[in-house]
């Protein structure tokens, strides 16, 4: 009887393992978080992260032509307004201190409004928050910026 019992204690023992690593992958996939963004607002989506980017992280003396050109669409004002004038990509005479890109509607197959939400921080309790939203318009291959709007 003792050995009985030590041999399906010693079945279970060498199931445990196998069990456990079952265990972590269904619970991996199940808890995966998939992408519900198409792939025209993943594309627009990045585009005006990456000119945000540039755009917060350079000085405006460094700011060359061509970069805009890549982000955004001919006609859009890029020139850069004096100190007490709004500034075109985030609708305000000062800067803000960081953004992040939110939600993405595409509109049609070559047009997306994204929004932008831009933090200004100014001590360790007191940060404002503003949204833009820059739509955007595929041109061949690229999504650029054609018009910045606050709603």
Known sequence: MIRAASNKQLAINRMLPASCLLLIA?????CSIPN????????ASDNVKEFYSWYLGTDAEQRRPEVFKKYVAAGFPTDIPGNDESDPF????KAPTTFKVGKCQIVDDSHSDVQVQLYWRYSDRNTDQREVYADTVKTGDVWQIVKIEDR
Do not use: D, K, N, T
């Not at 519900?36 to 594309?43: L, N």
């Open 26 to 30: 269904v619970c991996s996939w199940g």
């Open 36 to 43: 519900m963004q198409s792939q025209q607002c993943s594309e």
């Open 90 to 93: 985030y609708l305000s005479a």
